[in-house]
């Protein structure tokens, strides 16, 4: 099908959007809790969403996880918000790097921030603890999951940067570059306008001229 054929140069394309211009091409926009942000690693990351759901502070399921990485994939991470005991650590970062993943996604906490950051693996987590969670291997594999408030399909587009985490399903991933790029032009356009007439416009001009 079209998405699998394109499926690297969209992601290429996303690249070339921020969060933000990506949640204004979306309208009803799907952000994560805003605690999730980067915390290791590239501070900005896109690719498809593999997702693993566990029950809260137990996460040994997400070592079977990282086996069934493919390159490109983020790994989404559902960890019901909780930051009491840690999901992810160094051992985890180098192992998902080997995988040639892009970068996890954790709805909940991380730990061994200096060995995350010596790895060069993207973690996005919504804080950093010390103590680990459980290990009992309880939880589900590539299915529809909830993080950090909002619906991950496998296979959605998974974006991050400094100012958050976004998601995209792949049929309107087109159509929304296309709407954040008429922004992002329009807005560039008002900003030349002002620089020249020396005006000041506080509201971006709804089409250009």
Request: one cysteine or more; hydrophobic letters at 40%.
């Amino acid at each position: 099908m079209k998405y699998n054929e394109n499926k690297k140069e969209i992601i290429a394309k996303l690249r070339g959007f921020s969060t933000p211009e990506l949640c204004d091409g979306m309208g009803a926009f799907r952000a994560m809790d805003y605690h999730i942000k980067p915390r290791a690693g590239r501070e900005k990351i896109a690719g498809t969403a593999f997702t693993v759901d566990v029950p809260n502070g137990e996460g040994g399921i997400i070592a079977d996880a990282i086996l069934q990485l493919s390159e490109g994939d983020v790994l989404v991470v559902a960890g019901k918000g909780c930051c009491a005991c840690s999901y992810w650590g160094d051992h985890r970062s180098i192992c998902a790097k080997l995988m040639k993943a892009e970068a996890v996604v954790i709805d909940g906490a991380m730990r061994d921030i200096e060995g995350c950051e010596e790895a060069d693996f993207p973690v996005f987590a919504a804080g950093i603890t010390c103590g680990t969670a459980g290990k009992t291997g309880e939880g589900q594999i590539g299915v529809p999951v909830t993080c950090g408030g909002v619906t991950v399909n496998p296979g959605d587009f998974i974006v991050g940067d400094r100012n958050g985490v976004v998601v995209l399903r792949p049929e309107e991933a087109e159509n929304v570059m296309e709407k954040a790029l008429d922004k992002r032009r329009r807005q560039e356009e008002t900003i030349r306008i002002m620089r020249e007439s020396g005006k000041v416009i506080t509201k971006v001009l709804k089409k250009l001229p």
